[in-house]
């Protein structure tokens, strides 16, 4: 077939679907038929006559039955030629086309089974036989052990299911908004040109490589508008869309001749075996820079390119929305936190430079040799105040005078990052064209369809967008596996809480027990320094354990919930996951900021739990462990997730290699890659829970950057350098270790939003009581700002008396190099030994002073902090105000658009009655004449 017939049959195809396809006589026969193919409830009916009219002109129509005669099937008369990221459909017959990479570009969609698989045949045929009754085509390729399944997706299915799905696409543009192109593109010249771009012109793309998007108008396609589109274009249905429209034909057709049956969707063929895998297909090689997926490997991926910007919009043609707007935020976040990492360096270095000038830490250290401190543990040496020297300087780079102002520009700043986020992603969402997606417009999860058709108690109920009715199950009925859910969920929680107690009594009996560490100084370097790393690692293994079992348990336990759609599932599970992992990263964090040595008792009493005496900081406080346990879990988690990341494909690659002594470029069924399905068959399956683990781990890293800012300075720093590598090894790891995602829509980031919003406020708390309980703060205003303490000196004042013969049996040192002091010191706020016995080691006023203002600092402070976030809430708008006013004309012009058409197309019909009606009443006259 030449060109010229192509093109002409085209343009005749596109004229008959404007003036001819109408399937549905009413509105109501039409959306039921649209629920009807969304549940892909194949029935006798032969699709393959619509996907032949369709693609045959007016003309064309009466050679239908000659092609019938011949026994020519549908997929003798399409292949696609992709042209980047669309699609270019010639009227071919396949056996016509000699180009391999040609045929490979048009497959839209892989299954892969096993030969010798004969238990599944049947299902698969049924399976198959539906596809095709879909309109889909199928192609095989039995060259090789595994037998692979090549589906292409016609243009009346892309048609169809785009409308059913609620796709947007560009329409064709007038000169109004050719004007606003023009704008639009003046503003960008302008920008670029100004001061500040020209500044940042070092991390612009390449303009030749990755062209400035052009202004595209979007609306929800439908076939009775299909004026609005230029249909005749070769790109006009992306790459995304087909693979999209596809997939959901294979998680809604049947394999099983019985309708009633739960038999339905590619999932479930998958768990059953039949299916091996299911996957659509990247574009080429990943060093083939002619291929989008090559020049995304060149281009972003690259280490090399880590100044440099995202190029969304392609990312966004080959991965889709969801893993776009995910690398859109990841992005975004990184550029945030640059503010935060350099105050951050700026309070850490201050407090390095004020480590010797610092009075308070310079008495610790020229402390006489006479003030000693209480034994630490029971049966060990006293310890002179100096030996805590290097501690106490490590505690002020922590604890310093811009303590205070970091902590609250890091609420702060957590604040405006939320807000400057929802206005940047409005407008990459409008960009995209997916800002009027809603989860209620979202199609029900095949899985939730079959359960609920089980159910004797569910219902039709109308869907308030779509006006369909729609199975579902009321409220009352889903409560029990609720329940049942997070009732697991609570008793996994508290076993994980119970782990971290189990570490706390671990430390009390390593602390009370000189015969575990022989002689040990409990204020040397490796009692201060070596117990709490150990402890973190201890921790850091524990946690990683619990993570792998709880994932599996979340997922059970969501499978069993009722959700409608895939973005409630997704939250759901997402929200479990998240739960279990707070407590479990941070429950050891909270305990050492508010818990840790706040009532560990005096020496002539201790508070003992199962027997063993409370931890205790030292003189200067807490903060010195809490930045080493946080450092360990922060920095170690990243540390280990980029290993698993970078090492996993690999190890998975060796074990294959050592396990089935095949060659490299085999695996275990014989598979040689050989073409671009067989290549992908060999990298690792995507899974719901693969972009799911990337923003578990960023989320759970913005916790650690605001919850525990105050004892970790360096948290945003190394938050940044973690968050360079981590979007390129996931850039990299999506492109050339995973196959293909199946792209999905989504109009935000879902639940993380939420979770972070929520986290930037009870950062507000946990830094208040930080600052009230674990630093010297507010015991100095207090001794600062006091006439009776004023001229009793700082560190006296810190510190309490406490006579030796006082000490409860058996906490008394046996014997001691300091011989038998009659005084010792011990950081508290106590009454001395020198009054009456009722009196001694009691509550003095100044403790119920700094008590007070600890209290009335946190309400001060939570209040003032939470005010400013509100405000910056209310004044920064969520929707950008000329994105705002774009839209509603984008959607004036739309209107007037379809209003325009449509006066149009009466003016066609009854134009052309009228020519009818002549023509009749000229035939009468005629007849009458002669």
């Known amino acids: 077939m030449t060109s010229s017939s192509t093109n002409l049959r085209n343009d005749k195809m596109s004229e008959y679907i404007y003036n001819q396809y109408n399937p549905y006589d009413t509105a109501s026969e039409r959306n039921s038929q649209i629920f009807f193919d969304a549940l892909s409830i194949t029935s006798g009916s032969d699709r393959n006559s619509i996907a032949l009219s369709v693609y045959h002109s007016v003309p064309d129509m009466t050679h239908q039955d000659e092609h019938d005669n011949n026994s020519v099937s549908a997929s003798q008369y399409l292949t696609r030629n992709i042209n980047g990221g669309g699609s270019k459909r010639n009227f071919k017959i396949w056996h016509d086309v000699q180009d391999e990479e040609e045929i490979f570009k048009s497959v839209d ?31 095989r390729d039995e060259s090789q052990n595994v037998h692979f399944l090549k589906i292409h997706a016609t243009f009346e299915v892309l048609c169809r299911y785009s409308e059913i799905l609620k796709f947007k696409f560009p329409i064709k543009l007038d000169e109004n908004e050719d004007e606003d192109q023009i704008q639009n593109e003046r503003e960008q010249y302008k920008q670029n040109n100004s001061i500040f771009g020209k500044l940042f012109r070092l991390f612009r793309l390449d303009r030749k490589i990755f062209p400035p998007k052009r202004y595209e108008l979007f609306c929800e396609f439908s076939r009775d508008k299909s004026y609005l589109f230029d249909l005749n274009d070769p790109n006009f249905f992306p790459r995304f869309v087909c693979f999209s429209c596809v997939n959901f034909i294979l998680e809604r057709t049947a394999f099983s001749d019985n309708v009633d049956d739960n038999c339905k969707g590619i999932d479930k063929l998958l768990a059953d075996s039949a299916y091996i895998a299911a996957y659509p297909l990247h574009d080429g090689h990943q060093l083939d820079s002619s291929c989008q997926r090559g020049l995304l490997y060149k281009e972003w991926a690259d280490l090399k390119n880590w100044l440099k910007y995202q190029p969304l919009d392609t990312i966004k043609n080959y991965f889709g929305i969801k893993i776009a707007l995910y690398f859109s935020w990841l992005g975004f976040y990184t550029n945030m936190l640059i503010g935060p990492s350099i105050l951050g360096l700026i309070v850490f270095i201050f407090g390095l430079a004020t480590m010797f000038s610092n009075s308070y830490t310079n008495k610790i250290c020229n402390a006489n040799e006479t003030v000693l401190l209480c034994p630490k543990c029971d049966d060990c040496d006293y310890t002179q105040l100096s030996d805590t020297c290097v501690y106490a300087r490590i505690n002020h ?20 990052y939320l807000e400057l986020w929802k206005r940047y992603s409005a407008t990459i969402i409008h960009r995209w ?56 969920i609570i008793l996994y929680i508290l076993l994980s809480i119970a782990v971290v107690l189990a570490l706390i009594v671990f430390r009390m009996s390593t602390m009370s027990s000189k015969r575990v560490y022989n002689d040990l100084d409990p204020l040397s370097y490796k009692y201060l320094i070596l117990l709490p790393v150990t402890t973190g690692v201890i921790n850091l293994v524990t946690i990683t354990i619990l993570n792998y079992l709880y994932d599996y348990l979340a997922v059970f336990l969501t499978d069993l919930e009722y959700r409608r759609t895939q973005t409630e599932y997704d939250n759901s599970l997402s929200l479990k996951i998240y739960l279990f992992q707070f407590i479990n990263y941070y429950s050891s964090l909270f305990y050492i900021a508010f818990l840790k040595s706040k009532w560990p008792g005096t020496p002539a009493k201790y508070n003992r739990i199962f027997g063993f005496r409370q931890e205790e900081c030292a003189p200067s406080g807490c903060l010195m462990e809490l930045f080493i346990q946080l450092a360990i879990i922060m920095i170690g988690k990243q540390a280990i997730n980029t290993l698993i990341e970078i090492l996993w494909p690999w190890l998975m690659k060796q074990y294959k290699k050592l396990r089935y002594g095949r060659q490299i470029n085999e695996d275990e069924n014989g598979v040689k890659p050989t073409s671009q399905w067989t290549k992908d068959y060999k990298l690792m399956a995507w899974t719901s829970m ?31 350098i973690n968050n360079i590598f981590e979007l390129r090894f996931d850039a990299k790891k999506f492109l050339i270790y995973y196959r293909r995602p199946v792209p999905r829509r989504q109009s935000d980031i879902g639940i993380w939003l939420t979770v972070m919003s929520v986290l930037g406020k009870i950062s ?27 001229e009793l000196d700082y560190l006296e004042f810190t510190l309490a008396y406490f006579n030796t013969s006082d000490f409860e049996l058996g906490s008394r040192p046996t014997s001691s190099k300091y011989g038998y002091p009659e005084i010792c010191r011990y950081p508290e706020f106590r009454t001395g ?38 405000f910056i809430d209310w004044a920064v708008p969520d929707v950008p105000g000329k994105l705002d006013s774009l839209i509603k004309r984008e959607n004036f012009l739309i209107s007037t658009k379809i209003i325009s058409e449509e006066r149009r197309k009466v003016l066609h019909q009854s134009q052309k009655k009228k020519s009818e009606i002549d023509y009749v009443n000229g035939g009468i006259f005629y007849e009458a004449r002669s």
């Open 433 to 488: 064209g997916s800002n009027d997606y809603s989860r209620v417009s979202e199609h029900a999860r095949p899985a939730y369809l079959a359960r609920i058709k089980s159910k004797k108690n569910a219902r039709n109920k109308l869907n308030p967008i779509t006006r369909q009715q729609e199975p579902t199950l009321s409220f009352k009925f889903k409560i029990p596996s609720y329940l049942l859910s997070y009732s697991i």
């Open 397 to 416: 780079i922590l604890d310093n005078n811009f303590t205070i102002f970091f902590a609250v520009i890091i609420g702060i700043w957590s604040s405006i």
């Open 833 to 870: 030994p020198n009054l009456p016995l009722d009196q001694r080691y009691k509550r003095p006023n100044h403790y119920w002073k700094i008590l007070t203002a600890r209290l009335a600092f946190i309400i001060i402070y939570q209040n003032i902090v939470a005010w400013i976030q509100q």
């Open 690 to 720: 693969s972009l799911f683990n990337e923003y578990l781990e960023m989320v759970l890293q913005f916790g650690f950057s605001t919850l525990f800012v105050i004892a970790f300075p360096l948290g945003p720093l190394f938050a940044l």
């Open 764 to 790: 507000v708390l946990t830094t208040a009581f930080i600052i009230a309980f674990s630093t010297n703060f507010i015991p100095r205003l207090v001794h600062d700002y006091s006439k009776d303490l004023k």
């Open 109 to 139: 969609f892989i299954l892969a089974y096993n030969s010798n698989d004969q238990v599944n045949k049947i299902k698969r045929q049924i399976f198959e036989r539906n596809l095709t009754n879909e309109g889909l085509i199928l192609e």
